[in-house]
């Protein structure tokens, strides 16, 4: 085997990455030689040819492998991951050209920084080791400031851009440090490496502080004060793609540090660790539930069921430990990140399609019967995310719940917790209900002028749908 072949095999884990930023650069290129008129209806097509490529070439080096320096890693499950960053980069693409054509928007940088953010993402999936991990948090989130800051001339977007970024500079700093004291502690950034004898205290501080930096990713409480101005700055396309990206690269990343903690000796900060999740879980599901229903904004409403649902899954993250398990088994927690993440881009995806400006329920009063379809695929990703029967959604809280249950018979507090987590789920699902009733219900404006729907948009948001109703019957996990 020659040398060239030999890299080849050796950075195959690679080529998804590659291939999106390949798509990033000839959309960044593109633009500049389009006219006006015909960035929209070029740029996504160009970010579909590169990620239908990535995910056919995921398929391709599929298998349980890493590479050669043990940087990145693939398995099924991140595997899985990799086609629904694709999938959901897919419908954010077309969320955006839909959006920036109805409003004349002649730019056409936002394909390329989406492509950028997706490869960011993809590394943080793929990652083994800490300093890549950090290298595709920073590759994911600078694309997103860019995008929530899109629309110049509205103060509530600058806002939102300039709180995010601010804070997320700040967590990614504390990051960087947690990953200086997991060296200190292990000599070694791999995630898997275990902590050195006499250097406990600082591989807890460590974990502790890598572990603040992905919660702030995913929105869990107390680091959820950017979530609501955030997602509500943004396009409401920009805010479907944030909701669903950001999430599966973050908890794709803690769940990877999360299993080289339980495989470690470090017994103390194990259960310490597992507390904290349990402990921001819950109230995490609390805040999303209850601050929720106070809200009248589409975007709002589902700003505070990322919350929610970002306890949900640290719920799920955490229950192995309660139950005693040998193993570290993340499969209901994944599958629940899985059905979430789909389910909220194709919601807010179609709902920038069915408003223009304001997203309020009063605006959103019987749009959906001037597009029954698009309206139809809303309702079947808004009733996953309730939790409701036959939509993916349904089995995956099912199944966060039964293994609580589970492990409430090795730890009786964990009752407690099951009892009142799943009361909250039946309080959230109240604001899902409230829009898909907002969509269908009839108004007196019945008459109003619609912006035209992009087939490409009916087709990705269509997909969505279907792969949720499919993940009811099929358990990749």
Known sequence: MNIETSLFYDLKILLPIILVSLGAIFSLVAESFLNP???????????????????????????????????????????????????????????????????????????????????????????????????????????????????????????????????????????LYGVAMFYGATGSTLIKSDVLAGRETIYQAGIFMLSLGLLFKVGAFPLHFWVADAYTGALAAVTGYMAAVVKIGAFSALGCVWFGLFNSSASVVIAREANLFLCLGIASIAVGAITGLAQISARRILAFSAIANAGFILLGFCYPYFAKSQELDLNSAFYFLLTYAIGSIGALAGISALVSDYDDLECLRATARRKPFLGACISVCLASLAGLPVAAGFLAKFRIFVNLVKASFETPAVWGISIAAFILAIVSAAYYIRIIYSIWSYADSMNRKFNKISYLLNATVGMAALALLALAIWLPF
Not at 95 to 110: F, I, M, R
Not at 126 to 141: K, T
Not at 148 to 158: F, V, W
């Open 37 to 175: 008129g015909k960035r929209h209806k070029v740029l996504p097509f160009i970010n579909l040819f590169f990620l239908i490529l990535a995910a056919y070439f995921t398929k391709v080096i599929s298998g349980d492998f890493g590479d050669p320096w043990n940087l990145f890693s693939l398995n099924h499950v991140k595997e899985i991951f990799l086609y629904a960053t694709a999938l959901c980069a897919a419908i954010g693409t077309a969320a955006l050209q839909n959006t920036l054509k109805s409003s004349n928007t002649e730019c056409g940088e936002a394909y390329p920084l989406l492509m950028l953010s997706t490869a960011g993402i993809m590394i943080m999936v793929l990652s083994a080791d800490l300093i890549p991990l950090f290298l595709g948090m920073e590759l994911a989130s600078f694309p997103i400031y860019a995008l929530i800051a899109m629309n110049r001339r509205s103060k509530e977007s600058n806002e939102a851009a300039f709180k995010y970024f601010i804070s997320g500079a700040a967590l990614s700093a504390v990051f």
